[in-house]
């Protein structure tokens, strides 16, 4: 069987195992071997999500809260399955564990330019086609609520990255460098996806801007990668100013089900692809 099908075929099993126990429509009381079904429904989908969440390295409160969903609606699973008929790159995980090809570029890059909703402080910018269309939207939206959007920084080819990691380690030090630059071929900027606002520091975390993104731009499909407390899961420490787009869908299963932690709902879909 092909491996990329199985899990697939799992969910679906999964799926018509653990919602059986509601399409019955008899008014019959039920009998014991009823309830002994429902429970090994229950328990054959709690330990494989448990599995899954296990590997994930992901805390129990969400393997709790997804079970309780999965059991009860095909909701959850429904979502998954949208998304991952999606782009593969928008719910790719890039980490320092998971690098891209040094040479990876995506083939739609276009250039950010000055006079639409958002500002830009270089003129070297450059991001794939869908984000730069949703970057106008959201910033348009910002504009009416009289907030204005300055990008300074978007796409980065691996080579680029390898040139700023070489730099932070001459200036700061290895060990500080690896906690706020990524090293070549590990940086999401160069997915063509990700848009660091300006001023590109922890200033920005009061600015205007950065409230306004915090309550809205999920809604436009962009993500905070590197939330503030949870470098210990992400890698990298707080950078208030690093959004990455992913599609309104993604967004919304990331705020839904893993309280709006980006790199918890990527590492699971990398897990659940991988069994």
């Known amino acids: 069987m092909n491996s ?36 090994a429904r229950e328990a054959f989908v709690e ?19 997804i079970i309780i969903s999965v059991l009860d609606s095909p909701e959850f699973v429904m979502e998954l399955l949208g998304i991952l008929e999606g782009d593969p790159y ?27 909703s958002f500002r830009i402080t270089r003129n070297d910018l450059t991001l794939r086609t ?10 348009r939206a910002a504009r009416a609520d009289g907030v204005v959007l300055t990008v ?13 990691y070489d730099w932070n380690v001459r200036t700061y030090g290895q060990e500080a460098a690896d906690r706020h ?10 997915l063509g996806l990700v848009v660091d606002f300006s001023p590109i520091e922890d200033s920005f975390a009061q600015t205007p801007a950065s409230a306004w993104l915090v309550e809205n ?36 299963f990331i705020d839904n089900y893993f309280d709006g932690i980006q790199q918890y709902a990527l590492q699971f879909i990398q897990v659940w692809q991988q069994q």
């Open 181 to 190: 630059s990524a090293r070549p071929g590990m940086s999401q900027h160069q």
């Open 47 to 65: 330990d494989y999500w448990r599995f899954i969440f296990e590997q994930a390295g992901l805390p129990d409160r969400f393997a709790r809260s």
């Open 217 to 252: 731009a999920s809604r436009f499909g962009w993500s905070l990668s590197y939330p503030d407390g949870y470098e210990h899961v992400t890698g990298y420490r707080w950078e208030s100013w690093h959004y990455r787009y992913m599609g309104r869908d993604i967004t919304s």
């Open 152 to 164: 300074g920084s978007a796409y980065r080819s691996g080579p680029r990255q390898a040139e700023i």
């Open 90 to 116: 928008l719910y790719l995980l890039v980490d320092k564990q998971n690098p891209l090809p040094m040479d990876y570029e995506p083939d739609d890059l276009i250039a950010l330019t000055a006079g639409g």
């Open 130 to 139: 869908i984000p730069a269309r949703s970057l106008e939207e959201m910033a």
């Open 4 to 39: 990329t099908k199985l899990p697939l075929v799992l969910l679906i099993a999964l799926l018509l195992f653990s919602c059986n126990r509601s399409t019955g429509q008899s008014n019959a009381p039920p009998d014991l071997s009823d309830t002994i079904d429902r429970h």
